[in-house]
Nanobody
Framework: QVQLVESGGGSVQAGGSLRLSCTAS????????MAWFRQGPGGEREGVAA????????FYADSVKGRFTISQDNAKNAVYLHMSSLKPEDTAIYYC?????????????????????WGQGTQVTVSS
């Protein structure tokens, strides 16, 4: 049974930083595509970033490029989202997602229906 567990959310002022963590277990393939999505108040769940192959490939939404960094530690089966220069519009529940490696291409990584495995989410609140 695949399990994804997020941690590291919280409240921060605009301009601040947070690091989200996601630990994964139970999937049968060794190199999944790991992604972060977020869902703001009243909004759709949107792709934030994805990573494959211990950082060989990374993808970012335009709204977070230059501010967020996704990284991976395969030895710990963990993926991280380093968020800096946070803005109030980054306020959302952040979800970790995982699925097959072929998700991690430019035209697919952000499509939520491509991911079968999801964490429970962690709240990030950025105040102005």
């Amino acid at each position: 049974q695949v399990q994804l567990v997020e941690s590291g959310g919280g409240s921060v002022q605009a301009g601040g930083s947070l690091r989200l963590s996601c630990t994964a277990s139970g999937y049968s393939y060794s190199s999944p595509c790991m992604a972060w999505f977020r869902q703001g108040p009243g909004g759709e769940r949107e792709g934030v970033a994805a990573i494959y192959g211990d950082g060989m490939s990374t993808f970012y939404a335009d709204s977070v490029k230059g501010r967020f960094t996704i990284s991976q530690d395969n030895a710990k089966n963990a993926v991280y989202l380093h968020m800096s220069s946070l803005k109030p519009e980054d306020t959302a529940i952040y979800y970790c997602a995982a699925d097959r490696s072929d998700n991690c291409v430019e035209w697919l990584w952000f499509l939520r229906h491509r991911y079968n495995y999801w964490g429970q989410g962690t709240q990030v609140t950025v105040s102005s």
